[in-house]
């Protein structure tokens, strides 16, 4: 059943373009940043991919390549709005966007059963087509042996092996599509794609089998160990103690290991400080420096440990194929409140920012479970939250061990908790009020274990790492520049003293503050939380930096630029510091997320929706642990 | 007679607040607002710089940069080209 694609001539320009298509979690993405030296998101898990991406890649004769990289689909019949993407796109129903040249299907080796079906429809779509048979190595290593020549003859087309996490296997398929290309630089095939033909799932399974049968008759045995493993992880008890466990130690490691190097940060911020008060003669550039960027963005800087930390674990468990597990684990969980288990990765992703969490609910078919899930996301403790957090419980939290375990870590790990209740909760009512919908199985494609590959942990951290200095370098220290220009002007009176308060409560922010305190009062807030508050709405962890700057600038000495934990502790109540971590798991402060709802739901309805449920749980969240803890007695501090 | 401290912090507040300003406005507003400053005769590196930075802005953090979904096909995304 050979068939050859000859391509056909017509007038064209600019360079030509080559579609990477496959299944999920096939290694498209990987195989994508290896052409292009792009640094596109990987993991060990469908759906990491919902959105096309374009890079540039070279052939060996210098020619300029586009390459688009597509989420990964099942078949050409989208059940998805990302699988949808792949569909437009290959077919030119896209608006703006050309039919690829060049299709290269992105085959998992280990998987030929269910990876071949997809390459048979596109085979269907008559255009110029190469077949990237990627993981070629982990496929040797189960014994799985492979006539890529046969396998060739069988599809029609080249077959090329590849390895894209460990760079083998590229410039044989560079040198693959060479030839498709060279005939005429100006001259190349852009007919329009056949429209697939209505393919019946059991005969293309059919085919498949056939074609197996004959290229990879030897099918191995799936590694006993993984069934081990699995036989535990997916355990409907033991997994969820696994779970816990694994989440534990993410929140313990999270404050013990990086104390150090905290303190180092802390001690070099607090040596520029004491550097820049003695070379500079006061005046408003030194008060600039030192209380606006030294106490403010010097403050925020400090958390960069702990972030990395955090995602130090959540890149190894996205890379072992642990997550997709856990989805499955808590499916029944999700169900029971009403969500579909698809929700889990979308929630999952949320932890390090609501907005990539919002986009991966394109994953979800169901329009009500997608809005649910994208109603519920900014729930989940984001990154930006941790150096809220963090401060706090340096604070407030004593540093001591309850059953061998940090409290501080503890505690951590309660506030997560509270965010992921809180989530379920709010989906509970939403799905039972609202957005009612039958429940829609989950069913997902559960990827072998693997080891963490080194570059992608190393490619991760960096990447996280360089987003949390760009912040820190670009919209918060704008923001702290700004807050320190509101909080020094207008100046105090010509006769005023230190006895008659600090020389802040003059400024625009002081009064601003004073203002909101009517507001914010009943919680506990004080009129310098209450600045902080405002340049928090730009991004969470401001409000940290607008804390350590607003303090400096109150304070008669500058300490405070060096350490902000002592300050609060001496100056907040329990009941405050407590009802301030309370309005942190709701707040809806985060002017980006609510840009990105607006765009994924195309109206404002949600976003506002979202906003005035998210203050109004934060509002009464916090005034209830405020009397709660002042009633239990925590009023002293 | 303002001392150079005044007109170093001057210009930080100024530059500060044109670039939270930026960043934070909506995109849509971006694009209009660089469409008319386009128009400007400014050295190509500035016009090149303002181009790519219209595609940027917001806060930076995951997916703050992501383009549109309706605009996905419009905005081409440019990588540092790795040589075979």
């Not at chain 1, 998805?80 to 060049?102: K, S």
């Not at chain 1, 794609?193 to 393919?199: D, E, G, L, N």
């Not at chain 1, 999700?334 to 889990?344: C, E, Q, T, W």
């Not at chain 2, 930080?12 to 128009?39: D, E, K, N």
Request: aromatic share 10%; glycine share 8%; net charge positive.
């Amino acid at each position: 059943m050979a068939r050859t694609m000859e391509p056909t001539f017509t007038q064209r320009s600019g360079p030509f373009t080559v579609a990477l298509v496959g299944n999920p979690n096939c290694g498209k993405s990987a195989l994508f940043n290896l052409l292009t030296g792009a640094r596109q998101k990987v993991a060990n898990y469908a759906g990491v991919t919902v959105e096309r991406k374009q890079g540039e890649a070279q052939l060996a004769d210098g020619q300029r390549l586009v390459v688009v990289d597509l989420p990964g689909a099942y078949s050409l019949s989208p059940a998805t709005p990302d699988e949808q993407v792949m569909r437009d796109v290959l077919l030119g129903e896209r608006a703006g966007e050309a039919v690829p040249d060049l299709i290269v299907a992105v085959v998992d080796a280990t998987n030929l059963r269910m990876n071949l079906r997809l390459v048979l429809e596109l085979r269907g779509l008559g255009r110029p087509m190469v077949v990237a048979l990627n993981m070629a190595d982990v496929a040797r290593a189960n014994g799985l042996a492979i006539d890529t020549a046969r396998l060739a003859q069988e599809l029609g087309c080249p077959v090329v092996q590849t390895v894209a996490v460990k760079a083998h296997g590229h410039r044989d398929l560079l040198h693959a599509l060479g030839p498709f290309f060279a005939q005429s630089a100006a001259h190349y095939g852009a007919q329009a794609p056949q429209a697939p033909a209505a393919s019946n799932a059991a005969d293309l399974q059919a085919q498949v089998r056939r074609i197996l049968a004959l290229v990879a008759p030897i099918a191995p045995a799936r590694a006993r160990f993984q069934h081990r493993l699995d036989a535990v992880v997916m355990h409907p008890v033991l997994g969820l103690v696994v779970l816990a466990a694994v989440l534990f130690l993410i929140f313990q490691a999270v404050f013990s290991w990086a104390t150090v190097p905290m303190d180092l940060i802390k001690q070099g911020m607090a040596a520029v400080g004491d550097w820049t008060t003695q070379s500079m003669a006061p005046g408003p550039l030194r008060s600039l420096l030192v209380d606006g960027v030294i106490a403010g963005v010097g403050g925020v800087l400090v958390f960069l440990p702990q972030i990395l930390i955090l995602f130090f674990f959540i890149l190894l468990l996205e890379d072992s194929g642990y997550l997709p597990r856990a989805a499955f684990l808590l499916d029944n969980v999700m169900g029971k409140v009403g969500l579909s288990g698809r929700a889990f990765i979308p929630l999952l992703s949320s932890f390090a920012c609501a907005i990539p969490g919002i986009m991966a609910t394109r994953t979800i078919a169901n329009w009500r479970d997608r809005l649910a899930t994208i109603m519920v996301a900014p729930l989940m403790t984001c990154s930006a939250r941790l150096p809220v957090y963090a401060l706090l419980i340096g604070a407030f939290v004593p540093e001591r061990s309850v059953a061998g375990l940090s409290l501080r870590g503890l505690t951590l790990f309660g506030l997560y908790l509270a965010g992921v209740v809180s989530a379920m909760a709010v989906a509970y009512v939403f799905k039972r009020v609202w957005m009612k919908s039958s429940y829609q199985p989950l069913m997902l494609e559960l990827p072998p274990y693997r080891y963490p590959s080194l570059r992608n942990l190393a490619q991760g951290l960096w990447e996280r790492a360089l987003i949390f200095l760009r912040r820190v370098g670009g919209i918060i220290f704008s923001l702290m520049v700004i807050l320190w220009f509101l909080s020094t002007y207008p100046a105090p009176p010509a006769r005023w003293d230190a006895s008659q308060g600090p020389a802040i409560a003059y400024s625009a922010a002081g009064i601003l503050g004073h203002a909101l305190q009517y507001v914010f009062a009943p919680l506990g807030f004080n009129w310098q939380i209450s600045i902080a508050l405002v340049p928090g709405m730009a991004a969470r962890e401001v409000a940290v930096g607008a804390l350590g700057t607003v303090y400096s600038l109150s304070a008669a000495d500058s300490g405070v630029a060096d350490a902000l934990s002592p300050v609060l502790a001496a100056s907040w109540s329990l009941a405050t510091a407590y009802s301030l971590l309370a309005w942190f798991v709701f707040a809806p402060q985060c002017l980006s997320t609510l840009a990105v709802v607006r765009r994924e739901t195309n109206s404002w309805r949600y976003p506002l929706l979202m906003a005035a449920y998210l203050f109004a749980l934060a509002y009464a969240a916090s005034w209830l642990t405020y009397r709660l803890t002042l009633w239990l007695g925590g009023a002293g501090g | 007679m303002l001392a150079w401290q005044d007109l170093i912090t001057a210009a930080l507040v100024v530059a500060s607040f044109c670039y939270a300003t930026w960043s934070l406005m909506p995109a849509r507003w971006r694009q209009i607002l660089t469409g008319a400053m386009l128009q400007w005769p400014l050295p190509a590196w500035a016009r090149l710089r303002l181009s790519k930075a219209t595609a940027g802005g917001a806060c930076q953090c995951d997916g703050c940069e992501q383009s549109s979904p309706a605009h996905a096909a419009e905005k081409k995304i440019f990588f540092m080209q790795r040589r075979p």
